[in-house]
């Protein structure tokens, strides 16, 4: 009962806070203006809340508990991501002045044609990333209340939308804050209890000889795997469509540096945790699933104060459904009312529709894979598209427009499928499958390769303003040079 | 730089000792070294170099990217050393795998614990030295 309280809440929180947002800032442009007082603190915990999503919250335990050590890897490429995303994209992109992903693209390659492919992957990847919330938000659902899983998605998916529509959440710094300090407290508390718990038991620890605390263990081709899932994860990171709109909140190049070195410090404390879930779990003989974050604190401790734990978690759960599935929804609604629709208020309502309606449906009809692989396919192809594009568009002269389609084309196409095949098809077995699931491996060198092939081949076709572009993206702002007069088109 | 060479008076700002010298023959004086600094000046601050996309402004601007592409591809470098080592190094001695640190498996040890403090000091110490090479920059382009 009590976890149905805490869902309630948070949801009643989450609208009545969006609400309230409308009042504080109007446009984006007054996001815009804000922002540039909110500190590298505030700005990282924003990122943070957004960062963290269900597949964070229960799906890196559910996968650890499952697979054992080589899960270990999720969260910390999820966390490695950002010292990628530091060293080559954080300050170039916040001084590139981009909004959005497609919007750097058209700034760097001065082409129309490579913002509407870009536009076209982050709606692709923000539907993959969407879809396991939803999911996951259902199957949460159901262990609380028995409720079939459409009813928990369509919930989320309902707040979600009223959320996004009134405008709210993107807009304050301060929400999705906030989101990352309830998650992180959600999760260590009842950790807290747990450990005691765990200590007054006589501490138990794994039977002698058992396989699952090895590394390289327990699926068909563990190595390349292991390999696969560190370079979709620490290359993905830069491609999400909802991480890079926050970086533009920085005051300039410095700042966006900052933040994320912040980002990484606040990510590292939180995927602490998820692995000792995992250990308990393992430990205590919990069934392998998703839900096992919000199992465990009732098993281990019990009573009122055992209850209390378990609507604590399930509260995380649903701010992480809602913090991230909003930041998502936002991303590709405004890329799809802009660069799909015609631009305007009345195209971002359809768009915001369009953005979750997608997702809701492929939740119904997808098989189910655990909330951690799906979010780790979206990854995928996140790293075999916009990782290529910024690495190559921020640090080589000689990209050229149309390098930079093929590159996209092939090493997007290329995941694209690979992930459709997997969740329509699969599950595959053998090389064919592990390839399938895991397809970072061979589709990020597929694209890099063919970015820089198509550029040497295409000399002709460099973008004009490369040398201003350049001086724009490198030097520091304290300089005072001409930098262009390009700038995103708010809507 | 200045094309033009002066004919420099022989006492510049800080040359007064040499026509003072107590023996009462003329000595030789080099007439250019007072006004170095003068002659050193460009003609116009190198943000303009920058700006009008000359061949200088061009090296400038390359050097810069090359820097900090250089520590980027550096800590990309070390990165990929410990992250694509420690895979490698489980498959190529096994007994890593099971062996224990502080009473718990070493793999959990380091990839659920120790990396996480190690990503922040590497990312720490990127930042330093990236701000350090901006600022090297823009001393650079804005000297007098």
Redesign the interface.
Known sequence: MSQIAAVVLVMLATVLVGAFGIRVSRTTSDFYVASRTVSPLWNASAIGGEYLSAASFLGIAGLILTFGADMLWLPVGWTGGYLVLLVLVSAPLRRSGAYTLPDFAEARLESMAVRRLSSVLVVLIGWLYLMPQFQSAGLVFRTITGAPPWTGSLLVAVVVAINVLSGGMRSITFVQAFQYWLKLTALAVPLAFMLVAWWSDGRPGLTLGDEWVLPLHGRDHPLYETYSLILATFLGTMGLPHVLVRFYTNPDGRAARRTTLVVLTLLGAFYLMPAVYGYLGHVYGMPESDTVVIALPGRLVGGPVGEFLTALVTAGAFAAFLSTSSGLTVSVAGVIAQDILRGGVRAFRVATVLAVLVPFALAGVARSLPVATVVGLAFAVAASSFCPLLVLGIWWRRLTTAGAMAGLLAGGGLACAAVVITIIGGPHTGWAGSLLAEPAAWTVPVSFTVMVVVSLLTPSRVPRGVARTMVRLHTPETLNVDRGDWRPRFM | MTGKPRRAAATGPRGQGEGAAPTGKPRRVVVTSPRTAAARRPRHPL?RE??E?TRLG?VY?GS??RT??R??LF??SL?ACV??GL?LL??LAPEL??AELFGL?L??VV???L???A??V???L??RQ??RN??D??DL??RR
Request: glycine share 6%.
């Open positions: 943000t920058i700006d996309q061009e601007m810069l990217v900090q592409f520590l980027a800590v990309c990165l992250v694509g895979p489980f498959l795998r099971a498996p793999p959990w990839l659920a614990g990396i996480y403090p990503l922040v590497g990312a720490w990127y930042v990236a701000e901006e600022r920059f823009a382009v804005e």
